[in-house]
């Protein structure tokens, strides 16, 4: 069991209700320990256990709420 930081460049966040979306949408996928964004630097830096959840599903995740991972 590793856990793994990775910063996403993430496109659409505008505003303190995009956070929280981002926020909860990621705080709720299973492996995820600790996910922090940066609004202003369109920045989203997520803190998972590999062994449990991949990339590719967090990037899914932040698309189907409606942003765009760079
Ligand atoms: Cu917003």
Redesign the pocket.
């Known amino acids: 069991m590793a856990t793994t930081t990775t910063t996403l460049d993430v496109k659409g966040?505008?505003?303190?209700?995009?956070?929280q979306?981002i926020e909860k949408a990621l705080g709720e996928l299973q492996g995820v320990s600790a996910v922090y964004v940066d609004l202003n630097g369109n920045k989203v830096t997520v803190s998972f256990d590999d062994a449990t959840v991949g990339l590719d599903k967090i990037k899914e995740t932040i698309e189907d709420v409606g942003y765009e991972v760079a």
């Open positions: 966040m505008s505003c303190s209700h995009c956070v979306t």
